[in-house]
T-cell receptor, first 115, second 115 residues
């Protein structure tokens, strides 16, 4: 069974600084997708970024980028120029490209932005 | 705004009761997924429907059932409610009609409180 591990329950960063959230996963599949979702205090689940496993290039969305290391099964999220609005729970999620399309989530990292 | 709508936003009920949660997917999306977020279990996949048919089942209790209607909206029925069913229930949708696989976009959730 696939598992997703987020080993940092809480992180904090100074406003305008850079922070990296860690995620590792375990799978026997070779073709899959990885995602980071953000859950602010409103509890809405918001897609931050996605990565296809067959793409070697790391995904980037504005201030958000990932470091995808397929062999190491690692998928970290880097947030640059942190803003107060980035404060949220961040969930790493995995989905195989074939078979069951369910998302398997990690336990989340609570990110605090220090003004 | 993800384009996925869920009603109601909040639901407070008593043990032993039955409730229905409703979800409307993004326009054009054929798949609907239901997830439960609780403090002790984290985010768990419950069930997926694709174009009216059940596609995959996760950790869904026998007291819970779901269906997807011809207009593609979905309902999650929870019966014989217990205190432990109190959670945030999310609906997500994906897979546009052109058949391309896509990311799951989440609705705002329904917060269920069982007293």
């Amino acid at each position: 069974a696939q598992t997703v591990t987020q080993s940092q329950p809480e992180m904090s960063v100074q406003e305008a600084e850079t922070v990296t959230l860690s995620c590792t996963y375990d799978t026997s599949e070779s073709d899959y997708y990885l995602f980071w979702y953000k859950q602010p205090p409103s509890r809405q689940m918001i897609l931050v970024i996605r990565q296809e496993a067959y793409k070697q290039q790391n995904a980037t969305e504005n201030r958000f980028s990932v470091n995808f290391q397929k062999a190491a099964k690692s998928f970290s999220l880097k947030i640059s120029d942190s803003q107060l609005g980035d404060a949220a729970m961040y969930f790493c999620a995995y989905r195989p490209n074939f078979g069951n399309e369910k998302l398997t989530f990690g336990t989340g990292t609570r990110l605090t932005i220090i003004p | 705004d993800s384009g996925v709508t869920q009603t109601p936003k909040h639901l407070i009920t008593a043990t032993g009761q039955r409730v229905t949660l409703r979800c409307s997917p993004r326009s054009g999306d054929l798949s609907v997924y239901w997830y439960q977020q609780s403090l002790d279990q984290g985010l768990q996949f419950l069930i997926q429907y694709y174009n009216g048919e059940e596609r995959a089942k996760g950790n869904i209790l026998e007291r819970f059932s779901a269906q997807q209607f011809p207009d593609l909206h979905s309902e999650l029925n929870l019966s014989s409610l217990e205190l432990g069913d109190s959670a945030l229930y999310f609906c997500a949708s994906s897979v546009p009609r052109d058949g391309l696989r896509d990311t799951q976009y989440f609705g705002p959730g329904t917060r269920l409180t069982v007293l």
